[in-house]
């Protein structure tokens, strides 16, 4: 079993719609939870770190439930430019290494 | 201020070849992080360097191996390449602050798109 697992997708969605992405860590030594952004043949880049109380930045959200081990991003009045990869990332602690899921692949239409 | 810089951006090699791939971190960065990303997949961590000396491993064999020279830059190699080493490398950089080691945000580079024919 994979250490970070997301639904690969793809989410096709309208301008304007919320989507709602979710994460399962199996590790609970991981202590540091992101969301990356990767656009088609480039590089990740990180969008948001994630903490338990909840952060907001803009139109995205995330949460983090270490009781069910559980992550999700949530996108409101989705643009185009939205369109992406989005990687759900955990860290350890006591180690330097950045532990990716496959990532969650979404498409906003017109 | 330039970001995390990688060269070759593409590259094209035979099963048995040896690779090497360069990375030059952003600047006021120390530490170098290496990722193997095979299609459809999310970064695979190999290894991380600080202070010339490979800090950190992942799950990699020892055909893959690297080095860190005194301005921060990094090197990957691998060598007797495999079909299946045909990925995008990743290089990131990040600053290992305080005393207790903290390790702030990685920042990646383009990337190297490796193809093994």
């Known amino acids: 079993r994979k250490e970070v697992e997301q639904d690969p997708g793809p989410f096709n969605v309208p301008e304007g719609a919320t989507v709602a992405f979710n994460c399962t860590y199996s590790?609970?030594?991981?202590?540091?939870f992101f969301w990356y952004r990767q656009d088609c043949r480039k590089e990740p880049k990180l969008l948001m770190s994630?903490?338990?109380s909840g952060n907001e930045d803009g139109r995205f959200t995330a949460q983090l439930n270490r009781a069910s081990q559980y992550i999700s991003l949530l996108i409101r009045d989705s643009k185009l430019s939205d369109s992406a990869t989005y990687l759900c990332?955990?860290?350890?602690?006591?180690?330097?290494?950045?532990?990716f899921g496959s990532g969650t692949r979404l498409l906003v239409r017109p | 201020d330039a970001g995390v810089t990688q060269s070759p951006t593409h590259l094209i090699k035979t099963r048995g070849q040896q690779v090497t791939l360069r990375c030059s971190p952003k600047?006021?960065?120390?530490?170098v992080s290496w990722y193997q990303q095979a299609l459809g997949q999310g970064p695979q961590f190999i290894f991380q360097?600080?202070?010339?000396?490979?800090?950190q491993r992942g799950n990699f064999p020892d055909r893959f191996s690297g080095h860190q020279f005194p301005n921060y830059s990094s090197e990957l190699n691998v060598n007797a390449l495999l079909l299946g080493d045909s990925a995008l490398y990743l290089c990131?950089?990040?600053?290992?602050?305080?005393?207790?080691?903290?390790?702030?945000?990685?920042?990646f580079g383009p990337g190297t798109r490796l193809t093994v024919l």
């Open positions: 990131a950089s990040s600053l290992i602050t305080g005393l207790a080691g903290v390790l702030d945000e990685q920042f």
């Open positions: 590790n609970s030594a991981s202590q540091s």
């Open positions: 994630v903490y338990s």
């Open positions: 990332v955990g860290r350890r602690d006591s180690s330097y290494k950045l532990i």
């Open positions: 600047s006021g960065h120390d530490t």
């Open positions: 360097y600080y202070e010339e000396e490979e800090r």
